[in-house]
């Protein structure tokens, strides 16, 4: 079995999986492509498996439909949805938060940044590497980009699309994955944090790593960045929300 056949197995068992925690997350997305059967999960999930923490995911869910708004406001409406500032929806069931959006309401498409004709283009949107992924829940067909493939196989942390409406939420996320994950960071991550450090030079917890960061980038290395005492900084990444 390969490693794509594998993170399909892994997330389809996450997803079916029998215990009482998890009897919402399923029906709720049962219900969702019932109406939406176009639809996926994309991003962080995947990308957080990916790195081998599928067991303590606690984040937000994000899904992409290829029906519009108007079709997914329809769909979700008995989970009281409330609209988010980039168009798409956000709801709770028990533990489990969700955000919804139109595939044609993605921020890079509707920017012109990209152009959305199928699905797979959603991978050229996202900011980092490692969230070139999606889970096409009608499908049960777990799809990636190479770039994806290469930063999960290597253990690497890099831009895909460096436009973004939040730089200094790119960075601070960037910080708390390459801690969290014992990642590397890739040279265009490391000028584009280096360029905004003055948004996040005031959280001492990020000092050393920035520090080494420019040092590593003045000398021109072009292997990727590795930040040892990750672990040392765990304890202080509650500073940096």
């Known amino acids: 079995m390969n490693r794509l056949a594998k993170r399909k197995k892994q997330i389809l068992n996450y997803l079916e999986h029998k215990s009482p925690d998890r009897v919402n997350l399923h029906s ?134 460096a436009e973004n409406p939040s730089p200094l939420g790119m960075v601070r996320r960037a910080m708390r994955l390459v801690v969290q994950n014992n990642l590397s960071i890739g040279l265009k991550l490391a000028n584009y944090i280096l360029e905004h450090s003055e948004s996040v030079k005031s959280e001492w917890v990020n000092e050393s790593l920035l520090r080494d960061l420019k040092l590593h980038v003045v000398s021109n290395d072009k292997f990727p960045y590795e930040f040892k005492p990750q672990l040392e900084m765990l304890s202080g990444l509650s500073c940096a929300k």
Request: glycine residues 6%.
């Open 28 to 161: 709720t997305l049962e219900s969702i492509i019932t109406k939406l059967p176009e639809t996926a999960i994309f991003g962080g999930m995947l990308r957080d498996f990916a790195l081998g923490e599928a067991r303590a995911f606690s984040s937000d869910i994000d899904l992409v439909s290829l029906s519009n708004a108007d079709e997914i406001s329809e769909a979700i409406a008995k989970y009281c949805p409330e609209r988010n500032k980039f168009g798409g929806y956000r709801f709770t069931v028990d533990k489990w938060r969700f955000d919804i959006w139109a595939f044609e309401d993605t921020w890079a498409f509707r920017e012109g940044l990209v152009k959305g004709a199928e699905i797979s283009d959603l991978f050229k949107t996202t900011f980092f590497n490692l969230d070139a992924s999606l889970f096409h829940l009608g499908q049960k067909e777990f799809l990636c980009d190479q770039m994806y493939i290469d930063g999960v196989n290597n253990r690497i942390l890099e831009i895909n699309l």
